[in-house]
């Protein structure tokens, strides 16, 4: 099995790699990123040096929105495309859409239309629960629900989506979609919830909730992702979206809650910032026909997960303190210049 994925410099693509090449002795990966801010080759150093994934794992730098870089890379002929690569951060698609579109729209269809010509058997396009919008009160999405985007990243998902979609129905494009919740884990960029508040907490820094802290995600451990992508890329029927999630709803502020008490800090560092524009507040999602046609289950509880990812995160501060620095750092602090005071007290503590 050779494997085209994309975007898998990032959080969950790099897991993904990991995860598949320890399970499958037979698959080869090709590793096609561009390698923006969130792309991190050190998230696969130790991994790739590995004797016995060296000669199964490679690394090719291209941008899926790049018609010949794309079409040079798929012509090495694969099995199957996974597709990562996007722009992940609601955050900065509030302040500029306009890499969002370009990856993550016009980068899929570059990929699906070179994938369409070489007459590629397998695309798995790797979207997000964010594309259904808000979830009211005791309602879980299931996959045939309305697609009702919120922001700027969650429009630009949808609308790759619905690319997809289109594939499949005019051209008979063997695609699958599938939506995830959010993710928690190792290697996680700490611009995102789980990692920022753990790298603040560690240094003592404020740590920003949104409002009134009680938005609620739908919490899967990375791994769980992971194993649910294999699933659908092996035996995921063509043309069908399944729903990734449903494992541990938990307001924002349960969340900051869970990783002080295991880091011993004070709940004095929460500091309440000003609201994110359009902030859905609540997501879920039923995942009874992946259970169901896949025989997938989470294996990690929230509990453990979150306890396992502060070790990872206590056990790589260097990793963390490099992803922190430089370029990270100048958007960190015009980012939350908007958000009052809170830059004035990080200072005070720098
Ligand atoms: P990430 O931001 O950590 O990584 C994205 C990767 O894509 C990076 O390595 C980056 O360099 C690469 N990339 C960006 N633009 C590219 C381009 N034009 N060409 C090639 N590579 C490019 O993201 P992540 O959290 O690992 O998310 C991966 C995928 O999973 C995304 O499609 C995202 O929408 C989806 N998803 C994420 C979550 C989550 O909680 N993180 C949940 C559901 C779905
Ligand atoms: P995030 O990790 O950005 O993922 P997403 O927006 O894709 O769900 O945010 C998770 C939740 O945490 C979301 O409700 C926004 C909130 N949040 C904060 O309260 N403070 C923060 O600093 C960040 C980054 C997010």
């Known amino acids: 099995m050779k494997l085209l994925v994309t975007g898998g410099a990032g959080f969950i693509g790099s897991n993904f790699i990991r995860y598949l090449l320890g399970e499958h002795a037979d698959a080869a990966v090709v590793n096609f990123d561009k390698l923006t801010y969130a792309g991190n ?30 079409a040079a890379v798929c012509g090495e002929g694969f099995d199957a495309v996974i597709n ?15 890499p969002f579109l370009r990856t993550n ?7 699906l239309e070179a994938a369409r010509r070489l007459s590629m058997q397998r ?49 008979g494009f063997p695609a699958l979609i599938l939506r995830c919740s959010n993710n928690y884990g190792p290697y996680q960029f700490p611009e995102k919830l789980i990692p920022l508040t753990i790298a603040n907490a560690l ?11 009680l938005n609620v995600r739908d919490w899967i451990y990375v791994e769980d992702h992971c194993r649910a992508i294999q699933r659908a890329l092996l035996q995921g029927r063509v043309g069908e979206v399944y729903n990734i999630g ?4 938990r307001t924002n502020l349960e969340v900051v809650r869970t990783l002080l008490g295991l880091l011993g800090k ?36 929230f509990e453990e997960g979150i ?30 210049q908007q958000r009052g005071e809170l830059l004035a007290r990080m200072r005070g503590k720098a």
């Open 203 to 213: 240094e003592d820094k404020p740590l920003p909730v949104y409002g009134d802290g």
């Open 307 to 336: 306890e396992q990812t502060v070790r990872w995160y206590r056990s790589h501060s260097d990793w963390l303190a490099r992803c922190r620095s430089g370029a990270y750092r100048d958007y960190y602090e015009r980012h939350y």
């Open 246 to 249: 449903g494992v541990a709803l």
């Open 84 to 98: 990562f690569a996007a722009e992940t951060h609601v955050d900065r698609s509030l302040e500029d859409a306009a």
């Open 123 to 171: 695309f798995v396009q790797v979207s997000t629960d964010e594309v259904y919008g808000s979830a009211p009160d005791g309602v879980a999405f299931r996959e045939d629900a309305l697609l009702h985007p919120s922001s700027p990243y969650a429009a630009s998902k949808a609308a790759a989506d619905l690319l997809v979609e289109s594939y499949v129905r005019t051209y």
């Open 105 to 111: 729209v016009v980068g899929t269809q570059t990929l």
């Open 41 to 70: 080759l050190e998230n696969l150093a130790a991994f790739a040096a590995r004797p016995e994934f060296r000669s199964r794992y490679r690394f090719v730098r291209g941008d899926v929105a790049d018609p010949e870089a794309v």
């Open 266 to 301: 004070p709940e004095s560092l929460i500091t309440f910032v000003e609201d994110r524009p359009g902030h859905d507040r609540r997501y879920a999602l039923d995942s009874t026909k992946l259970r169901q046609e896949l025989g997938w289950l989470p294996c990690h509880s």
